[in-house]
DNA sequence: GCCATTAGTTACTTTTTGGTTACCACTATT
DNA sequence: AATAGTGGTAACCAAAAAGTAACTAATGGC
């Protein structure tokens, strides 16, 4: 009885990935760990503008998503590392052609600029300094 | 003086990326919209659970975006038909790069059940329908 | 004269998300 | 005895996003 809308068959997993990777925090989170594991007061040093409780927040769920992979170690004071997953490593290859998009796209844009970040604050452990 | 962290220099054009399309809504309808242009209405009835202002909303952000061509015609009732642009178009293969992401990484997931949207609103004008 | 039609808009409310500050556990160092 | 250091959590508040319902303009058809 009920017709059928046009329906577009990759629009729902389309969404799932939006759910999962889809703002302003996730995508940089799987960028920076790309180069390795990292320790939440690195991230969170690297994205200054990201407050500890959100950092939290988005780590959890990429966790829950099975993104990301969460090693707490009984040390004092305590030390948790973060890295990808390999489900992850497969998505960072699109993530570079998103970033591509945007470099093309929008050449009138200076991205370059956001490729350093001062003054932001400091852990204090030392491998956080390039030199 | 100030010491400078490392970032990654694809990161801001990625977080620009997201901002354009990184919601539930935009990826949708620029998928449906790559099957060619696309009036209000219909896209509202391929979207049944989006609200009329939040497509509106939508809709006004990609074409700002450069995303959208927005062509209105002096037509009673209204007609307005939206279609991609070459930017847009550009970005079609990475959305289907993300959505095959999913498949892959959540094979669990039964994305096949949003295919059909059954019982949507019907807008008046017919070519809404498949056979 | 009334209703249907389309692509919105407006005013209002609710939900979601993000940010702020203070606090904790536990040890080593000063 | 106090402080620094790390990875959080809890309570609270602000802002942004989204949903709802009613309304509009202009015309054709009944």
């Known amino acids: 009885m009920a017709r059928k809308y046009i329906d577009n068959p990759n629009a729902c997993s389309l969404v799932h990935t939006m759910n999962i990777i889809g703002n302003k925090w996730k995508p940089i989170i799987l960028y920076l ?3 390795g594991s990292m320790r939440f007061g690195m991230l969170n040093a690297l994205i200054p503008t990201i407050s500890k409780k959100v950092l939290t927040n988005q780590l959890k769920e990429l966790e829950n998503d099975g993104l990301l992979l969460r090693q707490s170690f009984a040390e004092i004071p305590p030390r948790v590392e ?22 093309e796209a929008y050449p009138e844009m200076d991205f370059e600029q956001c490729r350093i970040i001062e003054n932001g604050k400091k852990p204090a452990y030392n491998n956080v300094y390039k030199k």
């Open 33 to 35: 760990l790309s180069n």
């Open 82 to 103: 973060y890295s990808l997953t390999e489900k992850a490593v497969g998505l960072l290859p699109v993530l570079k052609l998103l970033s591509d998009w945007a470099n």
